[in-house]
């Protein structure tokens, strides 16, 4: 089973701070289906970064993923206050999907 | 635009089937190259995925709830649905339905499904 493992749990900044949270698995994932999320409270999540790399339709260009075979980051440029919320990587393997524990983006 | 609206019972018993339909509008659920998605959300936990299906009907699920789920399309009215069974309290969730492109890029808002008697 594919684990994907995030870093920190918690991340604690403020509007206009840079954020660079990270995404590890516990084995090669091809960078085509690492994908991330952000998710507010009581909303669904929001696709964000797609294969590892490309902002999904719609994202600031603030928002850019980086990474291939273990090690993923998700970096925020400058934090706006609409930037805090949880976000979660995701991978696809031939075993199916796999998401992490998440990363809590708090001010 | 895509929009996807899951619809269901809230409320279900320990031992029986939840049954969940997501109606997807604005487009076609019998796109070639899309499949569509179940995901759900412990109250506070995180995403576990629960599987996926085409519009012929080709499907596959997560290992670990393999033998407890069903998911079956309706193309004709541009639904998908879900079925699980056995439910226990840990099956205690939001259930998003989602359109599946190897991520998920559209979602609908998602139905909270409680079991207990």
């Known amino acids: 089973e594919m684990l994907l493992t995030q870093t920190p749990g918690t991340l604690s900044l403020s509007p206009g701070e840079r954020a660079s949270l990270s995404c590890r698995a516990s084995r090669s994932v091809s960078s085509s289906y690492l994908a991330w999320y952000q998710q507010r409270p009581g909303q669904a999540p929001r696709l964000l970064i797609y294969g590892a790399s490309s902002r999904a339709t719609g994202i600031p260009d603030r928002f850019s993923g980086s990474g291939s075979g273990t090690d993923f980051t998700l970096t925020i440029s400058r934090l706006e206050p609409e930037d805090f919320a949880v976000y979660y990587c995701q991978q696809y393997s031939s075993s199916g999907f796999t998401f992490g524990p998440g990363t809590r983006v708090d001010i | ?117």
């Open chain 2, 1 to 117: 635009q895509l929009q996807l609206q899951e619809s269901g019972p809230g409320l279900v018993k320990p031992s029986e089937t939840l049954s969940l339909t997501c109606t997807v509008s604005g487009g076609s659920i019998s796109s070639s190259t899309d499949y569509w998605g179940w995901i759900r959300q412990p109250p506070g936990k995180g995403l576990e995925w629960i599987g996926s299906i085409d519009y012929s009907g080709n499907s596959y699920y997560n290992p670990s709830l393999k033998s407890r789920v069903s998911i079956s399309v309706d193309t004709s009215k541009n639904q998908f649905s879900l079925k699980v069974k056995s439910l226990n309290a840990a099956d205690t969730a939001v259930y998003y339905c989602a359109r599946e492109v190897r991520s998920f890029d559209y979602w609908g808002q998602g139905i909270l499904a409680t079991v207990s008697s």
